[in-house]
């Protein structure tokens, strides 16, 4: 794709620089258009500092723990276009904090990543619904996998899928909660639920050829706790061996390890043999008919429920705390799926489809007490790419991708949303 670039760099204009001063200064920015997506670049003089990300009405705010800034208040003045109003830099001395402020115009989709490596900061900015793998070219950077091509026969493409403003004067800046607590950054803290889909009497979908769906979840479900635990995340399964697990016990098992993610792992199947691609749900109401076939599919091992009726629905729509983890949930749904497209096109010279975040009534994720997500790796109904979901090698960069993506969860350096 070709890139179109705006630049607005500012120098360093940084002091002499003394012990007591932090640890980061802010020392550019710029601003590229590629495509229908801004990307704002803003460069530190040493590592990229942690971030906290929130939303307030039209505005993204990046909050920068011990950092001060060497550049304008309005570091990209003239070189700002829709669907960016605005880029403000503010600091706060007394709490050697500061803050980037993006007003973006309409609705948006956005994502954020912290490259250490490259001690930057990057922002992409798109109308809604404008570039639908917003995160993609962020996230295949410095730690991309690079590994042999699997041994199977694959096409080189996947088939279709189913598918008037003031500037604000500097301000104290308040704290602002992050997706994780501070106490918690330490490696081996945070765990992570993973729930090999089906099971025991229940085998979900399976292939042409045989494959069944529980086998090779299981098999991924595996490959993705060696994964986190090769990040320094602490992993456990619901199940290990071929047992079948109630669809309730399932979350009730996270719930009493108190994890902090779920996810569940599953194998799709699609009416249209020619539909591909990997989808990551999390739990809401949806109209949309090719979801609810799915989560009847899904639920059917339920005991006690049959077909997601609208009093059932209404259940699901009523766990509270499921509904308070519903941005949580979202925003790791949209980073898995971006990561795990953009790792597996890395990694095996393939073009995934990137189906997607999307909410659906799936019982699996009803009652967890914390952020709850279901990945559907790919197509069991498509014969190439269950040829595909059956190698170890593409197992393996799947599993590392969604470990990725977790780990920037936890580590809040990557975060894709919409305002």
């Given at each position: 794709m070709?890139?179109?670039?705006?630049?607005?760099?500012?120098?360093?204009m940084?002091?002499p620089v003394?012990a007591?001063?932090?640890?980061s200064?802010?020392?550019?920015?710029r601003i590229?258009?590629?495509?229908?997506?801004l990307?704002?670049?803003?460069?530190?003089?040493g590592?990229?500092p942690?971030?906290?990300?929130?939303?307030?009405?039209?505005?993204l705010w990046?909050e920068l723990?011990r950092?001060?800034?060497?550049i304008p208040?309005r570091?990209l003045?003239?070189y700002?276009?829709?669907?960016i109003?605005?880029?403000?830099a503010?600091?706060?001395p007394?709490?050697?904090?500061?803050?980037?402020?993006?007003?973006?115009?309409?609705?948006a989709?956005y994502?954020i990543?912290?490259?250490k490596?490259r001690n930057?900061?990057?922002l992409?900015?798109a109308?809604?619904?404008?570039?639908?793998?917003i995160?993609?070219p962020?996230?295949?950077h410095?730690?991309?996998?690079?590994?042999?091509?699997p041994?199977?026969?694959?096409p080189?493409?996947?088939?279709?899928?189913?598918n008037?403003?003031?500037?604000s004067?500097?301000q104290?800046?308040?704290?602002?909660l992050?997706?994780?607590?501070?106490?918690?950054?330490?490696p081996?803290h945070?765990?992570?639920m993973?729930d090999?889909?089906?099971?025991g009497?229940d085998p979900g979908t399976?292939?042409?050829?045989?494959?069944?769906?529980k086998?090779?979840?299981?098999?991924?479900?595996?490959?993705l706790?060696a994964?986190?635990?090769?990040r320094?995340?602490?992993a456990?399964?619901?199940?290990?061996?071929?047992v079948?697990?109630?669809?309730?016990e399932?979350?009730q098992?996270?719930?009493?390890a108190g994890?902090?993610?779920f996810?569940?792992?599953?194998?799709?199947?699609?009416p249209n043999t020619d539909?591909?691609g990997?989808e990551?749900y999390?739990?809401?109401?949806?109209?949309?008919r090719a979801?609810?076939?799915?989560?009847?599919?899904e639920?059917?091992?339920?005991?006690g429920?049959g077909?997601p009726d609208?009093?059932?629905?209404?259940?699901i729509?009523?766990?509270?705390?499921?509904n308070?983890k519903?941005s949580?949930?979202?925003?790791?749904?949209?980073?898995?799926d971006a990561q795990?497209?953009?790792d597996l096109?890395a990694a095996l010279?393939?073009r995934?489809?990137?189906l997607?975040a999307?909410?659906?009534?799936f019982?699996?994720?009803?009652?967890?007490h914390?952020?709850?997500?279901?990945?559907?790796?790919?197509?069991?109904?498509?014969?190439?790419e269950a040829?595909?979901?059956?190698?170890a090698d593409?197992?393996?960069v799947?599993?590392g991708?969604v470990?990725?993506?977790?780990?920037h969860?936890?580590?809040?350096?990557l975060?894709?949303g919409?305002l």
């Amino acid at each position: 794709m070709a890139v179109a670039v705006a630049t607005a760099t500012i120098g360093a204009m940084v002091a002499p620089v003394r012990a007591n001063l932090p640890a980061s200064v802010l020392t550019s920015a710029r601003i590229e258009h590629r495509g229908p997506t801004l990307e704002l670049h803003f460069g530190f003089s040493g590592p990229a500092p942690p971030l906290d990300l929130s939303t307030h009405g039209s505005e993204l705010w990046v909050e920068l723990g011990r950092t001060r800034i060497a550049i304008p208040p309005r570091p990209l003045f003239g070189y700002e276009t829709a669907p960016i109003a605005s880029v403000r830099a503010i600091e706060s001395p007394a709490s050697s904090r500061s803050r980037i402020v993006v007003e973006v115009l309409g609705k948006a989709d956005y994502a954020i990543a912290r490259l250490k490596n490259r001690n930057e900061i990057i922002l992409r900015v798109a109308s809604a619904g404008a570039d639908p793998n917003i995160a993609a070219p962020m996230i295949v950077h410095d730690d991309a996998p690079r590994r042999p091509a699997p041994s199977v026969a694959r096409p080189v493409a996947f088939g279709p899928a189913d598918n008037s403003r003031t500037e604000s004067r500097a301000q104290p800046i308040a704290p602002v909660l992050s997706n994780v607590n501070e106490d918690n950054h330490r490696p081996g803290h945070f765990l992570v639920m993973i729930d090999p889909g089906h099971g025991g009497y229940d085998p979900g979908t399976q292939s042409s050829d045989g494959a069944l769906e529980k086998d090779l979840a299981l098999q991924i479900a595996m490959r993705l706790k060696a994964a986190l635990e090769a990040r320094g995340i602490r992993a456990e399964l619901t199940r290990s061996t071929d047992v079948f697990i109630s669809l309730a016990e399932r979350t009730q098992i996270a719930n009493r390890a108190g994890a902090d993610l779920f996810v569940s792992i599953h194998l799709n199947s699609s009416p249209n043999t020619d539909t591909t691609g990997i989808e990551v749900y999390y739990l809401n109401n949806t109209t949309d008919r090719a979801t609810i076939r799915l989560a009847r599919m899904e639920n059917a091992g339920a005991a006690g429920y049959g077909a997601p009726d609208a009093s059932n629905l209404n259940y699901i729509l009523t766990d509270l705390r499921q509904n308070y983890k519903a941005s949580e949930a979202a925003s790791v749904a949209r980073m898995i799926d971006a990561q795990a497209v953009a790792d597996l096109d890395a990694a095996l010279g393939l073009r995934v489809n990137a189906l997607g975040a999307k909410m659906g009534p799936f019982y699996v994720l009803v009652g967890a007490h914390m952020p709850a997500v279901l990945v559907e790796c790919g197509f069991m109904s498509n014969a190439g790419e269950a040829a595909r979901l059956k190698s170890a090698d593409y197992q393996q960069v799947l599993a590392g991708a969604v470990a990725t993506a977790l780990a920037h969860y936890f580590n809040a350096d990557l975060a894709v949303g919409n305002l």
